[in-house]
């Protein structure tokens, strides 16, 4: 059974940092693109970062490029959403999805190519 599980998320303050963990089972995250996506409160569901299964290359939200860093650990099949300094703005469920595509492509945002989601993980931003 496919499954992702992220984790990591919690209350930070403004200016904090986070780690979130997409963790993977029943399938290597290798050979898929991951992207991290995220919905706040009354928020439509944005595109936060992605990485292709091709060559890690990796690509950002222009909200969240310079401050947010996406990894791959593949000796622990597990994807990470490395978040400094963090605003109230980023407040949202965080949550990671898989695709069987190679590489993120110019519509990854829309998420229409990820068909594998976790439950997500809360990350609030408030002092």
């Known amino acids: 059974q496919l499954q992702l599980v992220e984790s990591g998320g919690g209350l930070v ?15 290597s995250l290798r050979d ?9 409160p009354g928020k ?14 990796t690509v950002y939200a222009d909200s969240v490029k310079g401050r947010f860093t996406i990894s ?5 099949n597990t994807v990470y959403l490395q978040m ?4 109230p703005e980023d407040t949202a469920v965080y ?14 945002s829309l998420a229409a190519d990820f068909g594998s989601w976790g439950q997500g993980t809360q990350v609030t931003v408030s002092s």
């Open 13 to 27: 303050q403004p200016g904090g940092s986070l780690r979130l963990s997409c963790a993977a089972s029943g399938f």
């Open 32 to 40: 898929n693109t991951i992207g991290w996506f995220r919905q706040g």
């Open 44 to 57: 439509e569901r944005e595109g936060v970062s992605c990485i292709s299964s091709s060559f890690g290359r």
């Open 72 to 76: 791959r650990d593949n000796a622990k």
């Open 84 to 87: 400094n300094s963090l605003k």
């Open 95 to 108: 949550y990671c999805a898989a695709s069987s595509f190679r590489s993120c492509g110019s519509r990854w």
